[in-house]
């Protein structure tokens, strides 16, 4: 349990799944609050940096401690954070030491019509990059409408998270948009996967790395 602000959450890890196999490779991290119902997206957008930063760290010192006490195998950890992070030093510095056995993917959601935001995210990646930590960053949440830049920002070395709500779209179309597919397998994933039907969908159109509420949710006692 962490304290944000004024409420206390619980850390959650939601498994990332390689659909050709079945098999857990990662998780994301997520905050679930312990009082009343919040709106988990309005609250961490007022938070203010510091606070995100606590957050942040105590997410990797709690998916470690994990790894360390064997709750969990899968060594990826898949960790929200906005743009300002990634421009941060002690982040940088932070994520540059870290342990060997881990791999963490920072998830940002980008503002695709700010071309500040898109300059501070590839500002953030060379900033990463020059740093020698091994991290890989997606972009959280794409939409159908953004799937014709796709392969630009692929080529940017981003990868991709795609709405749970294309999903469901293209799911109901039976068809995958071609634009995705032409996406390396470990490029992109798919949120939204809820039901036996859309795991073997996905495995049916060779879509290899998937996310949803099929799988459970874990929540460690450390």
């Not at 960790?79 to 002690?90: F, K, R, S, T």
Request: a negative charge; aromatic letters at 12%.
């Amino acid at each position: 349990m962490i304290k944000i602000g004024r409420g206390f959450f619980n850390f959650i890890l939601e498994p990332v799944v390689d659909n050709s196999i079945g098999e857990v490779i990662g998780y994301e991290i997520l905050c679930r609050s312990c009082d009343s119902p919040v709106d988990n997206e309005v609250f961490f957008r007022n938070l203010a940096i510091e606070e995100l930063k606590k957050v942040f760290f105590a997410q990797i010192d709690y998916f470690l401690q994990a790894l360390i006490e064997n709750k969990i195998t899968a060594n990826q950890l898949f960790v929200n954070a906005p743009v300002a992070l990634l421009l941060d030093d002690e982040i940088i510095c932070s994520l540059a030491r870290v342990k060997k056995n881990m791999v963490v993917n920072v998830e940002i959601e980008l503002d695709f019509e700010s071309k500040e935001c898109i300059q501070q995210i590839i500002l953030g990646r060379n900033r990463l990059m020059a740093s020698g930590a091994s991290v890989q960053i997606w972009l959280d949440d794409v939409t159908t409408s953004r799937f014709f830049s796709l392969k630009k920002w692929a080529d940017l070395g981003f990868n991709i998270k795609v709405d749970k709500k294309s999903f469901w779209s293209f799911y109901e179309s039976k068809k995958i948009p071609r634009q995705l597919l032409a996406l390396p397998e470990h490029r992109f994933i798919i949120e939204g996967v809820e039901s036996i039907e859309h795991v073997n969908f996905l495995r049916g159109h060779k879509v290899n790395l998937v996310q949803g509420y099929f799988w459970p949710a874990l929540i460690c006692d450390l």
